[in-house]
């Protein structure tokens, strides 16, 4: 993990947390993708909760800085925003932008890809 970022995980959680107070990560992304039948809870390294439903992929920094949160979601997820920081958090998907505030449910899907039918 980078220089002030801790990950513990297991198969069905993963928690990222500075281990320095105003640690900064080199924009480095992680990505989670939950198979079909299963579900995924995540804490950011900000305190922010994310629970990832089945099929779903979320992109994320592994540590936020300067004066954005940005996530990036295909599929559908619950998010409990932390309050602790004054960054405002987005969730970015190929069908909307969003602004969470508190605790929001977020659908989004991929396109539905176009088949040919001969």
């Known amino acids: ?11 069905a959680q993963a ?13 480095i ?14 804490t950011l390294s900000d305190g922010t909760q994310i629970w990832l439903n089945a099929g779903s992929k979320l992109r994320f920094p592994i540590a ?9 979601l295909t599929g559908e997820a619950y998010f409990e925003v932390s309050k602790t ?3 405002p958090f987005w969730s970015i998907s190929t069908t909307m932008t969003a602004r969470l505030k508190s605790w ?3 659908l989004t899907f991929p396109p539905i890809p176009k088949t040919m039918v001969l």
């Open 64 to 72: 936020f800085n300067g004066a954005l949160r940005e996530v990036f």
């Open 85 to 87: 920081h004054s960054s």
């Open 1 to 11: 993990m980078s220089a002030g970022v801790s990950l513990q995980y297991d198969s």
């Open 29 to 42: 992304y992680h990505t989670i993708e939950t198979p079909n039948g299963r579900r995924y809870h995540l």
């Open 104 to 106: 929001e449910r977020i």
């Open 15 to 27: 928690v990222y947390s500075l281990s320095q107070p105003q640690a900064q990560a080199q924009n």
